[in-house]
């Protein structure tokens, strides 16, 4: 098969652009049995993840989206429905269905209680988040918005002063607009790193930092493998990671109906990658607060920052490499390529 004209060959990898890519994983999805739209919203996420740098929640993902659809662990035609329950508040049962096409439904109703009362709570439940958390806040700060969101997952993070692991890695993301540059956004797990980033490290043959977690017996290990087969993460910062994990769990199931992190059962479902939690999105308007224009504010926090010796912001390397795809397109290796296309029966 003759490559696209917007794609470039080498002897390892191929270059695509943010279009080509998000159209061959819309094929992934549709052969998988999804809708149109869960589809094109996964999709989208999953290229914007990959031409940013996110590798953890780029491509890399793919095969655990098809093994969890396989298994039929969620619903791939769910449709989300959207409650208008107060002045400022948003509820969305997803279906079973993944979490992004919920928020896609709930969004412009979220926006305009935002703007209407300052600020608008999303509550989505029975839903499924398998990707990078800071694309369902970014958005928000491009239309002058500030936005924070947390996502709880499935267990495998052992609470400070425990022995056995029950939050999930739990990341909270946050955007917010400033005058003279891209918004500030970031994206974080409370556990020490990523549980994508442990299954990297395991497929590269790579050893962690120390701290990072335990293995079965609940000894510290570096090697991701042991945390992966019957091991643990432990939480950044010991008890203040803990603590915020704890929140994430109230704010994202607790408080929106979901699954807490260890409350969902897919043994029955082999295959199944995703975790079937919740989800809480806060929107805020800075224009109702009184006193100078907050995105003008935000940049005079970012200047005092450089000026005291920061180099780089949270964010800064995601816009470089969104910069950079943009001109040479998102590189991936040709097998990876390779297999793509085999899941889009390409």
């Known amino acids: 098969m003759s ?5 470039v060959s080498t002897a390892v990898s191929q270059n695509l652009s943010l279009e080509a890519l998000t159209g061959l994983l819309e094929k992934i999805f549709l052969r998988q049995g999804t809708s149109a739209d869960v589809a094109r919203v996964l999709a989208q996420n999953c290229a914007s993840a990959e031409r940013d740098g996110a590798h953890s929640h780029g491509v890399f993902r793919i095969p655990g989206y098809v093994s969890t659809l396989q298994s039929g662990w969620v619903n791939g035609q769910a449709v989300p429905v959207v409650e208008d329950v107060a002045s400022g508040f948003v509820r969305v049962d997803a279906g079973n269905g993944f979490a992004q096409p919920a928020l896609a439904a709930a969004r412009a109703l979220l926006v305009e209680k935002a703007r209407s009362a300052g600020i608008a709570v999303l509550a989505i439940r029975n839903s499924h988040h398998f990707a ?6 970014e958005p928000f700060a491009y239309e002058g918005l500030v936005a924070l969101s947390v996502v709880n997952s ?3 993070v052992v609470p400070h002063g425990a022995d056995r692991p029950l939050f ?4 909270i993301a946050f955007a917010a607009p400033r005058a003279d ?7 974080l797990a409370t556990s020490a790193i990523a549980h994508g980033d442990v299954q990297i490290a395991a497929r590269k043959g790579e050893r ?3 701290g990072m977690g335990v293995d079965s017996l609940g000894q ?13 993460l432990l939480p950044f910062g010991g008890h203040k990671g803990s603590a915020l994990s704890m929140m994430v769990e109230l704010l994202a199931a607790a408080l929106t109906g979901g699954n807490f992190s260890f409350e969902f059962d897919w043994s029955n479902h082999p295959g199944a990658r995703t975790p079937w939690t919740g989800q809480l999105l806060i929107v805020i308007d800075p224009s109702k607060a009184a006193g100078q224009s907050f995105a003008e504010r935000s940049q005079e926090l970012v200047r005092q920052m450089h000026g005291v010796g920061l180099k780089r912001l949270p964010g800064d390397r995601r816009h470089q490499q969104r910069a950079k795809a943009a001109t040479d397109g998102i590189q991936l290796d040709a097998q990876t390529l390779a297999d793509l296309r085999e899941l889009a029966g390409l």
Request: net charge negative.
């Open 220 to 232: 510290p290990t570096q090697d991701p493998k042991a945390i992966l087969e019957g091991g643990a």
């Open 208 to 210: 962690l930092p120390e």
């Open 132 to 137: 990078a958390l800071w694309p369902d806040v």
């Open 181 to 187: 540059g891209e918004p500030i956004v970031f994206d």
């Open 168 to 171: 999930g890695t739990n990341p």
């Open 3 to 7: 490559a696209p004209h917007d794609q």
């Open 154 to 156: 499935m267990t495998c």
